[in-house]
């Protein structure tokens, strides 16, 4: 059983624009909601990562909205640039000091000139 | 400069072979985790350990092994009794001590093993 949903599993967009990239959680326990970007051959390291009592967390041109009441968060990347091209991961855990993130299935995001 | 480091970065191993991963890191801590990547099925979670000689089973265990004898070292054995092996496959560890548990996964650059 999944308990993270990603999508979509790929998106191509232009430069300047916004990409969006949404994930649905099941287990209500979840207080820890990351996204991590990963380069080709190389490993995932965290973007951003947002926790269930604020509703929205900014950094730069990335943006986690997080819906609690839908059980579902996104991220969106603003004036998305081609050094953005990455595959990106939701993940979620709970509450526990050696809780294990559950992923989602990954979004390769292409951004084109 | 800290972090992991796992080697080899690529593996080629006959059916039948066990292989050993290596995974070590520097940052002092406590939780270390081994995840195996395919393509569109994300990260999955083979096993993990939050403490030296202890260690737990992820969801996708089967087939494979692991040891925890210090704190810094966490490696992986991919048995013959692994079904398809052929994967990317990352080490990651994590902190759980006061400021250090942030909940950040820090991950290795992973290791490509293809059975041939």
């Known amino acids: 059983q999944q308990q993270v949903k990603q999508s979509p599993q790929s998106l191509i967009v232009q430069k300047g624009g916004i990409s969006i990239i949404n994930c649905a959680y099941e287990n209500t326990a979840f207080d820890y909601f990351p996204w991590y970007q990963q380069f080709p051959g190389k490993g995932p390291a965290l973007l951003i990562a947002?926790?269930?009592?604020?509703s929205e967390k900014k950094e730069g041109r990335f943006t986690i909205s997080f819906n609690k009441s839908a059980k579902q968060f996104s991220l969106h990347i603003m004036d998305s640039q081609p050094g953005d091209s990455a595959t990106y991961f939701c993940a979620a855990s709970k509450a526990g000091t050696a809780s294990k993130l559950t992923f989602g299935t990954g979004t390769r995001l292409q951004v084109t000139l | 400069d800290g972090g992991i480091t796992q080697s080899p970065k690529y593996l080629f191993r006959k059916e039948g072979q066990n292989v050993t991963l290596s995974c070590e890191q520097n940052l002092n801590h406590d939780a270390m985790y081994w995840y195996r990547q395919d393509p569109g099925q994300g990260l999955r979670l083979i096993y993990y350990s939050q403490i030296v000689n202890d260690f737990q089973k992820g969801d996708i265990a089967e087939g494979y092994s692991v040891s925890r004898e210090k704190k810094e070292s966490f490696p992986l054995t991919v048995t013959s009794a692994q079904k398809n092996p052929t994967a990317f496959y990352l080490c990651a560890s994590r902190g759980l001590a006061g400021a250090s548990n942030t909940g950040e996964l820090f991950f290795g650059e992973g290791s490509r093993l293809t059975v041939l």
């Open positions: 947002i926790r269930p009592d604020v």
